[in-house]
């Protein structure tokens, strides 16, 4: 298959190794790496969770795992570029740590990347966004499609999106691999641009894979080449930057 003229960038993943449910060692992480690096992504936000389930390391464990992953990435791929984040489950306790802790947020910046229990209601969520923006932080909602309350409800999609919150969702549902009714709700999401990054969310080298260069390639035969880019390029990029 022909060679992407771009360089991909995923803003949610789960390779940094052993610090949630995402990569167990060093040699999963630097696997996983391979695999995004031959699939054309050349720049990597890791945002481990901190999520009472699925991770709560320190923050000397995940910058430690950090140095050590980065100075492996340099050595094997040099062209490949490492930051490094967090995916926040939202609790009225995590929003009020957003200020004090900047390990939270993307590179210490504004953005804060949040998720949700599957089932959390709509106005849970609205709240949520309102309350992470008052505190003049810029919440990205992550894998949007993934909430019963998104299906079916276009409204509430074009509410976080006029709050002025961004929109993440999975390489996975854009590509069908989620169920009918997610997919229909993703590419009307999609025909609207509504969706600002699609990522990976990989925790391992089976079970959603550290890929996008597929997932390009619908977007921009389906819909619109620069939206592919924009939001698998250009938005990572300028978030990292920001």
């Given at each position: 298959m022909k060679e992407l003229d771009i360089k991909l960038a995923d803003m949610h993943c789960h390779i940094l190794f052993g610090v949630d449910d995402g990569a167990r060692d060093l040699d999963l992480s630097i696997e996983?790496?391979?695999?995004?690096?031959?699939?054309?992504?050349?720049?990597?936000?890791?945002?481990?969770?901190?999520?009472?389930?699925?991770?709560?390391?320190?923050?000397?464990?995940?910058?430690?795992?950090?140095?050590i992953l980065r100075d492996k990435a340099a050595e094997i791929f040099p062209d490949l570029e490492l930051y490094l984040g967090r995916e926040v489950y939202y609790t009225s306790d995590h929003a009020e740590m957003l200020e004090d802790h900047e390990e939270l947020r993307i590179c210490g910046g504004r953005?804060?990347?949040?998720?949700?229990?599957?089932?959390?209601?709509?106005?849970?969520?609205?709240?949520?966004?309102?309350?992470?923006?008052?505190?003049?932080?810029?919440?990205?909602?992550a894998h949007i499609e993934r909430y019963a309350c998104t299906i079916g409800n276009k409204g509430f999609v074009e509410e976080i999106k006029n709050k002025g919150a961004y929109i993440q969702v999975n390489a996975d549902s854009v590509l069908g691999e989620n169920g009918f009714s997610v997919h229909k709700m993703v590419k009307w999401m999609l025909k609207n641009e509504l969706v600002d990054f699609i990522a990976s969310d990989a925790h391992d080298i089976n079970h959603r894979r550290p890929e996008l260069s597929k997932c390009y390639r619908y977007i921009a035969k389906k819909f619109d080449e620069e939206y592919a880019a924009y939001c698998m390029h250009d938005m990572p990029l300028r978030i990292l930057e920001s």
């Amino acid at each position: 298959m022909k060679e992407l003229d771009i360089k991909l960038a995923d803003m949610h993943c789960h390779i940094l190794f052993g610090v949630d449910d995402g990569a167990r060692d060093l040699d999963l992480s630097i696997e996983m790496l391979r695999i995004a690096h031959e699939d054309g992504i050349r720049t990597i936000l890791l945002t481990p969770h901190f999520h009472p389930k699925r991770g709560m390391a320190s923050v000397d464990r995940i910058y430690d795992a950090f140095i050590i992953l980065r100075d492996k990435a340099a050595e094997i791929f040099p062209d490949l570029e490492l930051y490094l984040g967090r995916e926040v489950y939202y609790t009225s306790d995590h929003a009020e740590m957003l200020e004090d802790h900047e390990e939270l947020r993307i590179c210490g910046g504004r953005n804060v990347l949040i998720e949700f229990s599957t089932g959390t209601p709509a106005d849970y969520i609205l709240r949520a966004v309102d309350n992470v923006i008052m505190m003049g932080f810029t919440p990205i909602v992550a894998h949007i499609e993934r909430y019963a309350c998104t299906i079916g409800n276009k409204g509430f999609v074009e509410e976080i999106k006029n709050k002025g919150a961004y929109i993440q969702v999975n390489a996975d549902s854009v590509l069908g691999e989620n169920g009918f009714s997610v997919h229909k709700m993703v590419k009307w999401m999609l025909k609207n641009e509504l969706v600002d990054f699609i990522a990976s969310d990989a925790h391992d080298i089976n079970h959603r894979r550290p890929e996008l260069s597929k997932c390009y390639r619908y977007i921009a035969k389906k819909f619109d080449e620069e939206y592919a880019a924009y939001c698998m390029h250009d938005m990572p990029l300028r978030i990292l930057e920001s």
